[in-house]
């Protein structure tokens, strides 16, 4: 079999894959991208945009009823049609062709097929006929495969047809009822969804809402989506499903009830796609998540690099940040840093250096589209407690900004800030309230900045807006005297 060679071959091409390829084609290396699926991957057609696309009608429809002059305006209800529609303009309706024409202008050879190690800096790719091309790269291989939905072992779920993130997100016609197992960000986002399009929607969860973040911010959801006629079973768990034969979803709870829908959402988690990938033929587990170094490198249990350092993952599939800005952030890392390797240029691998994802560890932006949304960066009050930091907590209710209290009436939202009282910096910051996403990248700054409390009374937000929920968090801190 003949074998075609590349200095670097990365296997995924969604938005990770497509920056690790175009960063390191920018630093002087013949790159190959390999895809079975569409380029541009999940985020942008089950994920990210899709979603966000579903919600945004909504949210902007009960922003207008929250602001007196305008709520008057709102005569109609929703057009899910047109919803629909708007999504499905969003996924290009899951047509690849622009992606696939940005991968050749950036001067990546993209691969259509399926792609399976066989051997150190080798794969095969098997095309839509069936034909198996040999591919090696003489420097680096990146797995870029993203993650799948995970389904627990519920007696009865897997025959049952569930939904996952992917029909909720591509669906083309809106359930009567719709039953979703989770409490996380994709259970949260696609309930709002698709109770502001019209289902009845069931969420059970075996724990909280949104139980890894601030407790207000699952406190404060939770109370939304009981307002937009969500029904909440929280601290309990499926004991069993079904799908009977008039197609009904059957849910048996361990409470003793039961739930009835149309369809059942799952969205407990999610698992690596490395199970078919061939990994044993390089001596890694296959279904396995794949560590790596803060230059993305994978490495074996002593936290050396694998085989000699050959072989990259970036995004989902390492297990770092399951988000797709976070992704692109190794994304960029990687590329570069597998370039500067080939090429035999210095390596900057210390913390915050060029070619290291440092922020994966405590300085990590999300964003959760819910009403209200969730805004967080950086360490929990209880993450930063549990990694040993001397704490303070500083909390201030953001309807009392003046902004905020323009922007919709009766606004109601919360933010937190968590100070490391030894070096007094910002550990984490989270918001919760109406369009408190475009309040992060300034908590962002100050998280992956360190910059001092001290430095933080001198920048200014502009009056009258929310972003002055930052003095009114500085002031019930208390200033430092001569700061």
Same mark, same amino acid.
């Given at each position: 079999? =003949?074998?075609?060679?590349?200095?670097?071959?990365?296997?995924g091409?969604?938005?990770?894959?497509e920056?690790?390829?175009?960063?390191?084609?920018?630093?002087?290396?013949?790159?190959?991208?390999v895809?079975?699926e569409?380029?541009?991957?999940e985020?942008?057609?089950?994920?990210?945009m899709?979603?966000?696309a579903l919600?945004?009608?909504g949210? /902007?429809?009960?922003?207008?009823?929250?602001?007196?002059?305008? &709520? @008057?305006?709102?005569?109609?209800?929703?057009?899910?049609?047109?919803?629909?529609?708007?999504?499905?303009?969003? =996924? %290009?309706?899951w047509?690849?062709? #622009?992606?696939?024409?940005?991968?050749?202008?950036?001067?990546?050879?993209?691969?259509?097929?399926?792609?399976?190690?066989?051997?150190? &800096?080798?794969?095969?790719?098997?095309?839509?006929?069936?034909?198996?091309?040999?591919?090696?790269?003489?420097?680096?291989?990146?797995?870029?495969?993203?993650?799948?939905a995970?389904?627990?072992d519920?007696?009865?779920?897997?025959?049952?047809?569930?939904?996952? #993130? !992917?029909?909720?997100t #591509?669906a083309?016609?809106?359930?009567?009822?719709?039953?979703?197992i *989770?409490g996380?960000?994709?259970?949260?986002?696609?309930?709002?969804?698709?109770? %502001?399009?019209?289902?009845?929607?069931?969420?059970?969860?075996?724990?909280?809402?949104?139980?890894?973040?601030?407790?207000?911010?699952?406190? $404060?959801?939770?109370?939304?989506?009981?307002?937009?006629?969500v029904?909440?079973?929280?601290?309990?768990s499926?004991?069993?499903?079904e !799908?009977?034969?008039?197609?009904?979803?059957v849910?048996h709870?361990?409470? *003793?009830?039961?739930?009835?829908?149309?369809?059942l959402?799952?969205?407990?988690? !999610?698992?690596p796609?490395?199970?078919? +990938?061939?990994l044993e033929?390089?001596?890694?587990t296959?279904?396995?998540?794949?560590?790596v170094?803060?230059? +993305?490198r /994978?490495?074996?249990?002593?936290?050396?690099?694998?085989?000699?350092?050959?072989l990259?993952?970036?995004?989902?599939?390492?297990?770092?940040?399951?988000?797709?800005?976070?992704? &692109?952030?190794?994304a960029?890392?990687?590329g570069?840093?597998?370039?500067?390797?080939?090429?035999?240029?210095?390596?900057?691998? @210390?913390p915050?250096?060029?070619?290291v994802?440092?922020a994966?560890?405590?300085?990590?932006? @999300?964003?959760?589209? %819910?009403?209200?949304?969730?805004? %967080?960066?950086? $360490?929990?009050?209880?993450?930063?407690?549990?990694?040993?930091?001397?704490?303070?907590?500083?909390d201030?209710?953001?309807g009392?900004v003046?902004?905020? #209290?323009?922007?919709?009436?009766?606004?109601?939202?919360?933010?937190?800030?968590v100070?490391?009282?030894?070096?007094?910096?910002? +550990? *984490?910051v989270?918001?919760?309230g109406?369009?408190?996403?475009?309040?992060?990248?300034?908590?962002?700054?100050?998280?992956?900045? @360190?910059?001092?409390?001290? !430095?933080?009374?001198?920048?200014?937000p502009?009056?009258?807006t929310?972003?002055?929920?930052?003095?009114?968090?500085?002031?019930?801190?208390?200033?430092?005297?001569?700061?």
């Open positions: 079999m =003949t074998t075609t060679e590349y200095d670097l071959i990365v296997i091409a969604g938005a990770i894959g920056n690790v390829a175009d960063r390191a084609v920018r630093g002087g290396l013949r790159t190959a991208l895809e079975s569409l380029v541009g991957g985020c942008s057609y089950w994920a990210c899709p979603s966000k919600l945004r009608s949210t /902007v429809l009960r922003a207008a009823r929250a602001v007196g002059g305008a &709520k @008057q305006a709102v005569t109609g209800e929703i057009d899910v049609a047109a919803v629909l529609e708007r999504r499905n303009s969003f =996924t %290009s309706d047509k690849d062709a #622009s992606q696939a024409e940005w991968v050749e202008g950036a001067g990546i050879d993209l691969i259509r097929g399926y792609a399976r190690f066989v051997g150190p &800096k080798e794969i095969e790719v098997t095309g839509t006929d069936g034909q198996t091309t040999r591919y090696s790269a003489t420097h680096a291989i990146t797995v870029s495969t993203g993650s799948a995970l389904l627990p519920v007696p009865g779920l897997k025959e049952a047809r569930p939904w996952t #993130s !992917r029909e909720a #591509s083309q016609s809106i359930p009567p009822r719709l039953a979703i *989770g996380g960000v994709v259970a949260v986002e696609m309930a709002t969804a698709y109770a %502001s399009l019209g289902s009845v929607v069931t969420l059970v969860s075996r724990g909280g809402i949104l139980s890894t973040m601030e407790p207000f911010a699952g406190e $404060l959801v939770g109370a939304s989506l009981r307002d937009l006629g029904s909440l079973h929280l601290d309990t499926p004991t069993g499903v !799908r009977l034969g008039g197609g009904d979803v849910v709870l361990d409470d *003793g009830s039961t739930v009835v829908a149309d369809e959402l799952v969205a407990t988690g !999610r698992t796609r490395t199970d078919d +990938l061939g033929t390089i001596g890694l296959p279904g396995d998540w794949l560590t170094d803060d230059t +993305l /994978v490495v074996d249990a002593d936290g050396e690099p694998f085989d000699g350092g050959w990259y993952a970036t995004g989902d599939v390492n297990h770092r940040a399951l988000l797709t800005h976070q992704g &692109k952030y190794q960029r890392a990687a570069d840093v597998i370039a500067a390797r080939a090429a035999g240029r210095e390596v900057f691998d @210390q915050w250096g060029a070619h994802a440092t994966d560890h405590q300085a990590v932006p @999300q964003v959760t589209f %819910s009403d209200p949304e969730v805004a %967080s960066v950086g $360490l929990t009050a209880a993450a930063a407690e549990k990694a040993g930091y001397r704490t303070r907590v500083v201030y209710e953001i009392n003046a902004g905020a #209290s323009v922007h919709a009436d009766g606004y109601k939202g919360t933010a937190r800030m100070v490391d009282e030894d070096r007094k910096v910002v +550990l *984490g989270t918001f919760v109406p369009d408190v996403g475009e309040l992060l990248h300034a908590a962002t700054i100050a998280v992956t900045g @360190q910059v001092p409390l001290d !430095r933080l009374w001198h920048a200014v502009a009056y009258p929310i972003n002055e929920v930052w003095l009114r968090l500085l002031e019930t801190y208390g200033r430092p005297v001569g700061a």
